[in-house]
């Protein structure tokens, strides 16, 4: 006989409908949801939610909200939601595509921000008060702690910060998820915050429950509903490609002893060409690796099958339907192997760089002196966010980002004069990797990088438009219009600031020219 | 009768002329100096190696050197050995006019770092071996260990990786320094990293001496010469008003409960928009302050002495003659409210974000979106570097950034459609201020950050333009061209790229075109 997954009996007389859940939920309130990588968020709440706004608009009733979640949800969260045009105002990310298009025509704002920055700036206070938490739970305790869902995102500070509570503890989620989490309760503001004592990836510093004052807790509701789990496209060409390019990096690494045999905890983003390269390092040499990530996707639970990843600290799954169903059905054979954290936790600053994480992250464009760009396409219409992106390249022990060359049949040059929008600064991008090769750019110059880049990164279609736009942006500069040095009192003169240089040789003009022609032409392509 | 600077008998030995020890360091080899903001710097050896290089380039013998610092020095070093095309590379920083115009006439390899970064990569190993470290220091204790001087910055480091040691010991340092220095030698390189202890401005976690295998160091020159200190420019109107506006913003924020009563630990940049600031903070209600910053500069001793500030921890100072003066006549009042530590330190993410630091930096632009532009002059001319700007306004409890809202007698607007160059992302740029007024961008959408910098940070004559830009980009873009939703299947399609959006809306062709035209016509003004 299964459990029962509600067994406080105090709270089981909060069970409700949805409907009469999102009745409790009021307009211009804030409300902030589970969710992460379409993990764990609440799926019959925020339905009958958008029900409900239908029902207010067609009446003429203004009915909108300000939601806040961990990270991207699913399309019963954010698409229903966004298309019943329920949401004034979205934080900290955003993957929806309904919601996507409303952000893309302004009819929705969105605040993309730095997950490990959520928790600590809601407690801040400036991102206003949280009216009601809503909250999927894989059950709960006699003693009414809160056994945590499929992801933990910023469920902690949402249940300790909001108004009203109101849970949804689903059924599909497996029990043996109880004892994964780790939800640390030891973070607090400013001047009172202390070190954070996790020194090892696999190191547990909480308790596996949440905590919620029950006289909060104004609902439950019963679901029993899948998470949004999308199949990754196998890995093509270029993602094999890109995850050699990398292996043969990291080999080149281990053997002049700036990385461990077992490397250091991997951060990987989702995605075919994460995949891949998680895919990769199974048949690598590596032996007893760990992972210190946001989210646990395919590849790392194929890399713990075959024993070559330790452990996985993250703080959400992101599965494709066949491996949510093979991890569901060996959860005991992995669970001692996987811990679920806040992201708070997961994506802090304080933890990256102390335990050295290998960051591996996708882009949309780097530019030749390696900035770039994550979330803007054509610097512009915002694609997902900046996420964890952030947290991770700042901090890493050493930061790779890797992309195709080119997009969009070879029409979109993946390598640009000048990024459109900026998301990692050219300090943060140490490693790029193209199928075309890979640039090693940590201790270079800007110059020095921007060679390497075009050489090494750039598709060969698009390589001689940018070195000739390098060559022209180093010949128009100051240094070439004034060849003789001048005397040494000019150096001591304050400086020129009408002539540009040649550190980061560019051309203003042109720099984003690619884009223009872009949105003009539909190809970067002269 | 005052007391021998070099106590230790064994090292005695090993004094020499700087001409000497100069003859010590090779061509091509990797050498890292002391000096941090003009502070600490070796004063004689790199004269003498100018005067060396000088001879060698006159006899055809090439002879440069990878020069590696704390952060900027003085003339003596980066300027003798840039006039002399000493310098092949330099990191982490530099603000010397002569090796300025070197680097912007592409003469000179220059990595621009995050200054807390500079020590843990150079352990890293692959900036390459440091061969020789130069480091001036105020004395040597009969024991060998080695009393520092006024700047820390990665002496520890250069000390600890060199493969030879020369020292300068400088007389004209205050011997009252000694003790006042906390060197912290708990670092390592993952996975052998764990917490810092430091959880208050004040905690001392280290010891007052560097250690240094006696056996490594060649040459001990002794030197009687005065740190680079300029005087600064007393507060004008604009940063009086600057000033005004963030402590208006203090008091609000202290009022909404947002910061203590005594505020936080304060990290301010140096310049006379700083020190009106500080100076702005005498006459302000705030008591018991501290700060946790890189450098100790004028205001900051004004506010010791009004007994405002507690007490003050950085990696250096950064005086004009007449602070140094005053500071060297009082120096045993002050010696207890002062720590120098290690930039790693300093500057050390996990602690910028556990203290809670409230950052102050000034910048060169930002856009409409807030993104800052720190570094690059027109996208390409550095001007200094990104310095430890990047290290605390990711991680400070709140991010504010400073400029007048002009330069160059209004020809230059510090606020444009978009920076030329990217040194700190919107998600980074909290609090945007100039003359005109305080931005608070806390919590806001891109669109939102728009109009509120265009508004309140703008100057009256650039703000039509910007508002025009930033109108124009809303209408041409992706949502205004299909007024009509499309039916829901076209939302679940993949991203339309061919557009552009609404999210940070921008006109790629005309979005650099206020630097295009000042290059070309010598004002951003149509």
Redesign the interface.
Known sequence: MPKKRIECEKLRAKVMSAEAAAKLITSGSAVGMSGFTGSGYPKAVPLALAARIDKEHAAGNPFRLRVWTGASTGPELDGALA?SDGIE?R?PYNSD??A??K?????M??????LS?VAP?AW?????PLDTAVIELSGIRPDGSLIPSSSVGNNKTWLDRASRVILEVNRWQNPALEGMHDIYYGTA???D?????L??PDDRIGEPYFRCDPDKIVAIVETDAPDRNLPFAPPDQNAGAIAGHLLEFFHHEVA???L?ASL?PLQSGVGNIANAVLGALIDGPFENMTAYTEVIQDGMIDLMKAGKLRMASATAFSLSPEAARGLNANMEQFRDRMILRPQEISNH??LI????CVAMNGLIEADIYG?VNST????????NG?GGS?DFA??A?VSIFMTPST??GGK?SAIVP????????T?DVQVLVTEQGLA?L???????RAELIIAKCAHPDYRPALADYYRR??QT???QQ?PS?PG?A????R?R??????????L??E???W??R??ET?TMRI
């Open positions: 298309r105002f934080l595509p309904i996507r298009e952000i893309n025509r302004g009819e704002e969105y605040f993309d921000m730095h920055q700036m801040q206070g400036f991102l206003g503001l400013p001047p915050r202390v070190p954070i004592p020194v090892h002049k002893g700036r461990p250091l600053p304080e760089r102390r335990l050295g900035a803007h396409i054509m610097g512009s219409r915002i694609h900046i952030g700042r901090n022990y997009a969009k979109i000048q990024a459109s929008h900026v998301d990692h600064i300090q090693d940590r201790g270079l110059s800007p110059k020095q942006a180093r500069s100051y240094g004034s040095l040494e000019l150096y001591y003169r400086a600031q009408t002539s540009y240089g040649q550190q980061s040789p560019s203003p003009g720099a984003l020219s884009h223009q872009f949105i539909g």
